[in-house]
């Protein structure tokens, strides 16, 4: 898992699956497993926003994530 510090979270791609677990601790962050899950929603703050964090989480990854992939289930 890779913390973005942007976020505040731990994002890992598995299987073409973007999963993410919030970070704890201001000095080293580590991941909280317990919330630990699927990203299913990226448009919360707005559609821009989803935008941007999908860029940043395909330049990283290099993935190709769109908006589409992220209904909100």
């Given at each position: ?6 976020y ?66």
């Amino acid at each position: 898992m890779e913390y973005i510090d942007g976020y505040g979270s731990f994002y890992e791609v598995k299987a073409g699956v973007l999963y993410y677990a919030p970070a704890y601790g201001s000095v080293e962050p580590k991941p909280d497993m317990e919330e630990y899950g699927e990203v299913t929603a990226v448009d919360t703050v707005s559609e821009e926003h989803g935008r941007q964090f999908l860029n940043d989480i395909n330049q990283r990854f290099g993935t190709d994530f769109k908006l589409h992939n992220f209904d909100g289930r």
